[in-house]
């Protein structure tokens, strides 16, 4: 029996890849979580706040995270999507992240009134501090785990009295 690529490979045992859709839905919200930890606990511990300019709000904050967001499940989904992803892809997922990330930063921090100066004296702190490691971090690793799943060839956990051959 053949098979197309990227199609399902049918086993015996049921099992088959992860759907690309599925697998970038649940590394996307991998990351988000990974992101929203990371930030939040990096903070905490070096005592400093992501975006330590004063008057901006929290604008340019979500921004960069729906545009890291938005890069993440784009790249991933391009990766994915081909009969043979590779987890080498997650390093050029998470740079492309990581400056959606930035981009998104700085053009909403100008938007907020901040000077050109400013928004990018925020951006440039983010990209050299310990926050934009965390940023690349729950990238690389979110989109390894997604590519993972898209290659996995697994069945669903069964217990042994689920087998209808032991009967």
């Given at each position: 029996m053949t098979t197309t690529p990227g199609a399902p490979d049918p086993s015996p045992s049921g099992g088959g890849p992860v759907r690309p859709g599925v697998a970038v839905v649940f590394a996307t919200v991998g990351y988000l979580a990974l992101l929203i930890f990371g930030l939040g606990m990096t903070s905490l511990i070096i005592d400093e706040a992501v975006i330590a300019q004063p008057g901006l709000g929290q604008a340019p904050g979500a921004v960069a995270v729906a545009a890291s967001l938005a890069a993440f499940a784009a790249g991933l989904f391009a990766v994915v999507r081909r009969a043979d992803p590779r987890p080498r892809s997650a390093p050029v997922i998470a740079a492309v992240t990581g400056l959606a990330y930035l981009?998104?930063?700085?053009?909403?921090?100008?938007?907020?009134?901040?000077?050109?100066?400013?928004?990018?004296?925020?951006?440039?702190?983010?990209?050299?501090?310990?926050?934009?490691?965390?940023?690349?971090?729950?990238?690389?690793?979110?989109?390894?785990?997604?590519?993972?799943?898209?290659?996995t060839r697994s069945a669903r956990p069964r217990w042994s009295w689920e087998d209808e051959d032991d009967v």
């Open positions: 981009v998104g930063l700085w053009v909403t921090a100008l938007g907020t009134g901040a000077g050109l100066g400013s928004a990018t004296g925020v951006a440039a702190r983010v990209a050299t501090s310990w926050f934009g490691l965390v940023v690349l971090v729950a990238a690389v690793l979110s989109a390894w785990a997604g590519i993972e799943l898209a290659r």
